[in-house]
């Protein structure tokens, strides 16, 4: 979805531009999280595809690698995926991550997170709903600049997510404004004006923008408030190409802000054919210009995926 740019200092499979957002924190292992990324990355850092192998000694040549999905049965909606190719400083030239045999992220230099990490910040998360419920495998798989390959297999159950409220079956429309953008504070990556569609069903709130595109984000209703949370990667992404095709739109994929979401609430109500939406914590412009306001019902049924 264009305007949003990949602003990463490397190459990644998904996009990790556009700014939309900060609001509630990611809850998940922040501390373990970041002890683990001092070990693996300095400042966008790590050995970079263009070294030699002649020059690594074999000590330091990669071995295995392994990941945060080590000795799980089971994996929740929301977690972090980091893969560790060892030993540390290992002549690594990517590492990918696969489902099922399929490849749906990679990274050419430390860390190696799941969804990328915005040079060490903004860690992605591995979302899940798009997945049937039941037995997965997850793969790791490092290669170094000599070729040499290595994976780490992680064989876990996922559950279902929950369905979305009746209240928001179906098709929702809003034509977006400048005045929108403005209101939002929107500095950089502005969303383009016009019409666009919101969506919620079992794996995400779909925003479906102007120019045939858009962003899939994890999401929860508790009572009148919605919490959105970090973007779906379901397929490789990169500046604008890849992604998915979901309902009628293509090349859907990517973030909305950042990789780690940011997660954000809003209070929300139907009356009759119109769904309101109120920023309650949103710390993401982008997403609040889309967002915040009233929406339209256009179809009550949900159209085909």
């Known amino acids: 979805m264009q305007p949003y740019e990949d602003r990463s200092c490397r190459r990644k499979s998904g996009s990790e531009g556009s700014k939309r957002g900060l609001a509630l924190k990611a809850a998940a292992g922040t501390a373990a999280v970041a002890v683990l990324l001092a070990l693996v990355t300095s400042a966008c850092g790590g050995t970079t595809p263009s070294q030699s192998s002649s020059s690594v000694t074999q000590s330091h040549r990669l071995q295995k690698v392994t990941s945060t999905l080590d000795g799980e049965t089971t994996i929740p909606l929301r977690t972090r995926w980091i893969a560790i190719p060892q030993p540390v400083g290992a002549p690594v030239a990517e590492v990918d991550f696969l489902i099922d045999g399929k490849l749906i992220w990679s990274e050419d230099a430390a860390a190696y997170v799941f969804d990328g990490d915005d040079n060490g910040t903004n860690l992605g998360f591995l979302i899940t709903t798009w997945l049937s419920p039941g037995a997965h495998t997850f793969t790791a798989r490092a290669t170094d600049v000599a070729g040499k390959t290595v994976s780490d297999d992680v064989t876990a159950s996922v559950a279902a997510a929950p369905a979305p409220p009746a209240a928001l079956k179906g098709t929702w429309t809003r034509t977006v404004t400048q005045q929108d953008i403005e209101h939002a504070g929107v500095t950089e990556g502005p969303p383009p004006p016009g019409q666009w569609h919101l969506i919620f069903d079992q794996i995400g709130a779909w925003e479906l923008d102007p120019l045939g595109s858009g962003v899939g984000s994890q999401y929860e209703a508790q009572g ?39 997660f954000g609430s809003y209070r929300w109500s139907v009356a009759g054919k119109k769904l309101t939406m109120s920023v309650i914590n949103e710390g993401c412009p982008n997403r609040q210009a889309i967002w915040e306001g009233v929406w339209s019902l256009e179809s009550p049924t949900t159209p085909p995926a």
Do not use: K, M, R, W
Not at 233 to 242: D, I, L, V
């Open 224 to 262: 009148d408030t919605l919490n959105v949370y970090a973007p779906i990667q379901e397929a490789p992404f990169s500046n604008g190409s890849g992604g998915i095709s979901v309902y009628g739109h293509h090349h859907v994929g990517g973030t909305d802000c950042n990789a780690s979401g940011p």
